[in-house]
């Protein structure tokens, strides 16, 4: 039976049905290999994971040594070396807490927790801030994402996430998506005066008790589409949320580890004053892993057995991460997204002159996305077209995502550590896939 034949009878079907027809034998940097023996550029890096490439030689080594040396033990029954280091190392890197940020010095007060996956730092960082303020309530955004559990999904903005599952959780209130292709307030950028940050107010005051616990934000939506919001708006937002007692708590699941020019997204905010940052996706180079990193007084609210993980902080994959952040800090990762990102946007601000079906570009380092529409006046949303140009780019060996709340948005997500030559590489099947899309 092929892989594919396995897959149709034994997964799933939500999972085999979506799944792309690329049989995976092996990766390698920004290359991967099917069965066939046919390469392909990897612009989607496993769902913004492979920061660093696929197979770094470096990550490889470091998991290997530690599997030679512990697999498991649970990391919160005894005491492991690497888990305490890569504690130790986030709480070096991870912009929260009130201090002036990017001194390298601030951050001596921030604590971990190592869970498995994004979802499961999601849902710990939200009962951190339940206890902490002894608040209940969560705002959260329409179009953010941030897991598929039950209580993640329930601060998540986008039905089609949700479906066949209802009713989610009470106490959740959604502020209006900082997106500013469809405002929907009906702004426009910058004479709105990023009214749908000062719009949570409202939010608040109609949609909650006035007993909120926090404010859970992706700063750039990724499964939303690749909103990116305004410059202004974390900050302003974390500001209301503060004035009314609530924490900030940002989700870089997507963002975080160099993907959009820096190490962490909230580095381009630094007053944004952020009190817990959850992260998972590309903290260990797809050896899985999540974790949040909260200021060290929010932390204390915990108490010993009100939080634990069975698998989380896995010795192996914080070993991995431990390596995946030095790769990323020594060979200059964040900033080779900035650089190649802007080349990158540029050519596709240029394709989308000349491509009536991309309504609009954006993104932050190498988080790009095309938002297609079948007409630009009405912005109607061009789904099929979206799955074409991926399928027509995987003809031409290159492999993207397609999301956003309306299935329209192809996604650019490569490895950090994509040439200048790979970006050419990419926007040229673009030029071609989007030219025979228009002929046909
Ligand atoms: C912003 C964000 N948060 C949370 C998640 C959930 O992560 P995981 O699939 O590891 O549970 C995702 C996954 O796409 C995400 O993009």
Redesign the pocket.
């Known amino acids: 039976m092929t892989t594919q034949d396995q897959y149709a009878r034994y997964i799933l079907p939500v999972v085999a049905q979506g799944v792309e027809p690329v049989v995976v034998a092996s990766a390698k940097g920004r290359t991967i290999t099917d069965t066939d023996g046919k390469t392909y550029l990897d612009c989607f890096s496993g ?1 913004s994971v492979v920061n660093a490439g696929h197979n770094h030689p470096r990550i490889l080594a470091a998991a290997r040594a530690q599997m030679e040396q512990l697999v498991h033990c649970c990391s919160y029954v005894y005491q492991v070396p690497v888990v305490g280091q890569l504690a130790e190392k986030l709480a070096e890197i991870v912009p929260v807490g009130h201090q002036p940020a990017l001194d390298g010095a601030r951050l001596a007060d921030a604590k971990s927790f190592f869970s498995c ?4 730092a ?1 849902e710990g960082a939200m009962r951190l801030a339940k206890q902490h303020t002894g608040r209940r309530e969560i705002v959260a955004l329409a179009y953010g ?4 559990t039950i209580g ?1 999904l329930s601060i998540t903005g986008n039905s089609a996430r949700k479906k066949n599952n209802g009713p989610y959780l009470p106490g959740v209130a959604f502020g209006p998506a900082p997106y500013c292709y469809r405002c929907p307030l009906g702004l426009e950028y910058p004479s709105c005066e990023i009214a749908c940050a000062h719009a949570l107010r409202d939010t608040i005051r109609q949609q909650t008790s006035g007993d909120v616990a926090a404010f859970v934000v ?1 700063p750039v939506l ?2 939303g589409g690749i909103v990116t919001p305004p410059a202004e708006y974390l900050t302003i937002a974390a500001n209301i949320m503060h004035e009314h007692g609530a924490l900030v708590v940002v ?1 870089e ?2 963002t975080g580890f160099g993907r959009t020019g820096k190490m962490f997204h909230v580095e381009h905010t630094p007053d944004a004053n952020v009190d817990i940052l959850t992260m ?2 590309g903290i260990a180079a797809g050896f899985p892993l ?1 974790a949040f990193t909260a200021r060290a007084p929010v932390c204390d609210a915990m108490k010993p057995g009100d939080h634990l993980s069975t698998f989380g902080g896995n010795p192996i994959a914080c070993a991995a991460a431990l390596a995946n952040i030095a790769v990323i800090q020594e060979e200059r990762l964040a900033e080779n997204a900035a650089a190649r990102g802007a080349e990158l946007l540029a050519r596709c601000k240029l394709l989308q002159e000349k491509h009536r079906l991309i309504g609009d570009v954006r993104g932050s380092g190498l988080m790009i996305g095309l938002e297609l529409v079948r007409d630009r006046k009405t912005k109607e949303p061009a789904a099929d077209e979206a799955k074409a140009l991926r399928a027509g780019l995987r003809e031409h060996g290159v492999l993207v995502g397609v999301g956003g709340v309306f299935a329209n948005v192809v996604r650019l997500q490569p490895p950090l550590s994509i040439t200048t030559a790979e970006c050419d590489q990419a926007a040229e099947a673009l030029e071609d896939v989007l030219g025979k899309l228009s002929r046909s």
């Open positions: 769902i996956s994004g979802a499961e999601n994402f941030h897991g598929r993640t992706e990724g499964e989700d699941v997507q998972a996706k999540g």
